[in-house]
T-cell receptor, first 114, second 115 residues
């Protein structure tokens, strides 16, 4: 059962524009959410996270929004740059019971073109 | 210490052979995780250590798989009698136990190909 879903396998955005990557989850016990970025042949790199007590977290060009009632989160990248082209994974954790185990979505391939 | 280190980066083995992978976590991290990623999928949890204790194992971890973390430092993942379905990227991650808002840092992975 896929508890974290990324329904868009790919996204193409022009440089300078906003990239919006979406993620849905089904487990209401999830209370910590993360975004990872992955280049080919490398491990995932942590990007940004958000706790369920917040609805927004911002770090430079990256902002994550959390809508708990809709069980939905999104990652906004503004402005998008060609170096942002990578696969982005959404991940979630139930810190109370799963001891840090992460549940990942299938990823969204972001392509930023000049 | 610059991050999580995994060796080897690539491994090609014949079906039926045994393979062992090593992971060196970030030195002060007491939590260590193994994940597996196949093409088109996100990483899937395999097992988790807190210090030297293996606290959780996924149903994905069949009897042919065994993981250890002696002395709570590096970890090894062994696959016995490899099968073609074991071909995947094996990822190791580490994190701190406290504070709770802490992300897991991943290594570069070991790409296993079973022929």
């Amino acid at each position: 059962d896929q508890q974290v879903k990324q329904n868009s396998p790919s996204l193409s955005v022009q440089e300078g524009r906003i990239s919006i990557l979406n993620c849905d989850y089904t487990n209401s016990m999830f209370d910590y959410f993360l975004w990872y970025k992955k280049y080919p042949a490398e491990g995932p790199t942590f990007l940004i996270s958000i706790s369920s007590i917040k609805d927004k977290n911002e770090d430079g060009r990256f902002t994550v929004f959390l809508n708990k009632s809709a069980k939905h989160l999104s990652l906004h990248i503004v402005p998008s740059q060609p170096g942002d082209s990578a696969v982005y994974f959404c991940a979630a954790s139930d810190r109370g019971s799963t001891l840090g185990r992460l549940y990942f979505g299938r990823g969204t391939q972001l392509t930023v073109w000049p | 210490d610059t991050g999580v280190s995994q060796n080897p980066r690539h491994k090609i083995t014949k079906r039926g052979q045994n393979v062992t992978f090593r992971c060196d976590p970030i030195s002060e991290h007491n939590r260590l995780y193994w994940y597996r990623q196949t093409l088109g999928q996100g990483p899937e949890f395999l097992t988790y250590f807190q210090n030297e204790a293996q606290l959780e194992k996924s149903r994905l971890l069949s009897d042919r798989f065994s993981a250890e973390r002696p002395k709570g430092s590096f970890s090894t993942l062994e696959i016995q009698r490899t099968e073609q379905g074991d071909s995947a990227m094996y990822l190791c991650a580490s994190s701190l136990e406290r504070p709770l808002n802490t992300e897991a840092f991943f290594g570069q992975g070991t790409r296993l190909t079973v022929v």
